[in-house]
Every structure is written in C-alpha cells, then in structure tokens.
Nanobody, 118 residues
C-alpha cells in the first residue's frame, strides 16, 4: 500500500508563488509515475503535470512556463513549484502515484487547497 501526503498549499496573491510537496511511503518511490492534479467544485479533476521515473515531465497547456514538477527520489518526495499564480489556479491539488505495468496501480493523496486571491 502506498500513502501520499501533500503539503504546501495556502492563500497567495495573484502573481505569487507556492511550492507543493508530496511525500510517499510504502513502495519504491523511484519506480512511480508521479503526477499533480487539481479539482474545483463542479468540475472534473484535471492533470496539471506529471513526471516519469526518468524525470521526463509533461504539463497542461494552462500551466506551461509557470509550473515546474520535480522529484527527489532520495527523499521519496515530489514537488510542484507554482509561479505567476492566477485566480484560475485556485483548486484542491492532489498528488498521484502510479506503479506497475501500464501504470495500473493508482494511489492518491488527500489534497491540499490552493487559493489565489487578492
């Protein structure tokens, strides 16, 4: 079983920055496909960014150039650096880790709230 614990959310003004962290336990962290998703009430959860074990990253168009996903396998931790935040980035952000063939084993954190407002 894998447990994921997010931290780093909060209230920030437009144009500000936050860094989210996701600490994983229970499996070899360096073998997972790690991702950050976000969800607002009434909408589907959407992929923000993902990073493979070889550190190849993928981003949603809406965050390209502003967000950076990274991982520190020695610390079993993934990160999402969010810069130039906009009000539309307001959401609950969830950490996701996938393992196994076709990434078929899927684990989620409980989420952390990010609010961008003046």
């Amino acid at each position: 079983q894998v447990q994921l614990l997010e931290s780093g959310g909060g209230l920030v003004q437009p144009g500000g920055s936050l860094r989210l962290s996701c600490v994983a336990s229970g499996k070899n962290f360096d073998s997972n496909l790690m991702g950050w998703y976000r969800q607002v009430p009434g909408k589907q959860r959407e992929l923000v960014a993902s990073i493979t074990p070889s550190e190849s990253a993928n981003y949603a168009e809406s965050v390209k150039g502003r967000f950076t996903i990274s991982r520190d396998n020695a610390k079993n931790t993934g990160y999402l650096q969010m810069n130039s935040l906009k009000p539309e980035d307001t959401a609950i952000y969830y950490c996701n880790a996938r393992y196994g063939p076709a990434w078929s084993y899927d684990y989620w954190g409980h989420g952390t709230q990010v609010t961008v407002s003046s």
